[in-house]
């Protein structure tokens, strides 16, 4: 992506940051002259992610660890902070998903996906505070449609990503003082994404690409976009704000969409 912002000397951090949407905001970034620090569980890839992100010639760090673990999570953005100094921009992408019915679902399975996006924002946003530059840090929440629109086979989902929104209008009242804006961005579909190959056959994403309003799936970029706007001082009024950025699609409201096999509305 051309870069229309100069991040030149901000340090930004992403966490869920090595592959997919969040892997995309990271390079965005980079690209557009921030130091980045990615963190996740799987070395190998935060070790590619790592590589990907270092080609295009900026600083980068990549850090395994997992967003259940708060002690963790700490050291880590630690260490970001003693590298880099002050954390700009800190995008919360962590997550994990898969399509099951409330009555197939066990207890362990929706705490697992609570655990991951919801417990895993908090010890993200709540260890990042001291390490955020203060006033001026943009924190970026990364969440879904399941949190407004209730889809069959992800109620999981659906409570973790509500809760995470919850999560940022809570801290955009309580750290506005600081300085802190916290927003989160509401992805519809994207093309190209685990987390969409997971919930939807390549026919319900056919069926959904025609839905959209916009007629098409969203893209990386269309994502990464969104972010480096809510970094820039161009949004340095919004707080508080969930954003859609998803062609339309949310107007279609509550459904799953990928059960939609046929592709009709
Ligand atoms: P993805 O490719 O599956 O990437 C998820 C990332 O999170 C990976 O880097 C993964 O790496 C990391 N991760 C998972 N569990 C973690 C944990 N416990 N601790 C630390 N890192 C963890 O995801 P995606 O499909 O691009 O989605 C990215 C974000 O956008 C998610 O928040 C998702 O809910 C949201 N979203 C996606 C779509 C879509 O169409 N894809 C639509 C709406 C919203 P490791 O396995 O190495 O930990």
Request: glycine fraction near 10%; hydrophobic fraction near 55%.
């Given at each position: 992506m051309k870069p229309r912002y100069d991040f030149s000397g901000q340090t930004v951090f992403v966490s869920g940051g090595t592959s997919g949407i969040n892997l995309g905001i990271a390079?965005?970034?980079?690209?557009?002259?921030?130091?980045?620090?990615?963190?996740?569980?799987?070395?190998?890839?935060?070790?590619?992610?790592?590589?990907?992100?270092?080609r295009h010639g900026g600083a980068v760090m990549g850090l395994t660890g997992d967003v259940r673990e708060p002690e963790r999570v700490q050291q880590v953005l630690a260490e970001v902070?003693?590298?880099w100094g002050a954390i700009d921009v800190?995008?919360?992408?962590?997550?994990?998903?898969?399509?099951a019915r409330a009555l197939d679902l066990s207890p362990k399975g929706f705490?697992?996906?609570?655990?991951?996006?919801?417990?895993g924002t908090f010890h993200v946003l709540r260890a990042a505070h001291p390490f955020l530059r203060q006033p001026g840090a943009s924190i970026i929440n990364i969440s879904a449609p399941q949190s407004y629109n209730p889809a069959p086979m992800q109620v999981h989902a659906c409570a973790a990503k509500a809760g995470v929104d919850q999560v940022m209008r809570v801290l955009a009242m309580e750290w506005g003082a600081d300085g802190i804006r916290?927003?989160?961005?509401?992805?519809?579909?994207?093309?190209g994404t685990t987390g969409?190959?997971?919930?939807?056959?390549?026919?319900?994403?056919?069926?959904?690409?025609?839905?959209?309003?916009?007629?098409?799936?969203?893209?990386?970029?269309?994502?990464?976009?969104?972010?480096?706007?809510?970094?820039?001082?161009?949004?340095?009024?919004?707080?508080?704000?969930?954003?859609?950025?998803?062609?339309?699609?949310?107007?279609?409201?509550?459904?799953?969409?990928?059960?939609d096999e046929e592709g009709a509305t």
């Open positions: 390079e965005a970034f980079v690209q557009a002259g921030a130091r980045v620090a990615v963190m996740s569980r799987n070395p190998e890839r935060v070790a590619a992610a790592q590589a990907q992100l270092a902070h003693a590298a800190l995008v919360s992408g962590a997550a994990g998903n898969f399509l705490k697992a996906v609570v655990d991951i996006d919801l417990m916290v927003n989160s961005i509401v992805p519809g579909p994207v093309e969409l190959a997971k919930l939807a056959s390549d026919q319900a994403r056919a069926g959904m690409a025609r839905r959209v309003p916009l007629g098409r799936l969203g893209r990386v970029q269309d994502i990464a976009a969104m972010a480096l706007f809510l970094g820039s001082p161009d949004a340095s009024y919004i707080t508080g704000a969930l954003i859609p950025v998803d062609g339309g699609i949310s107007l279609l409201g509550a459904r799953n969409h990928a059960l």
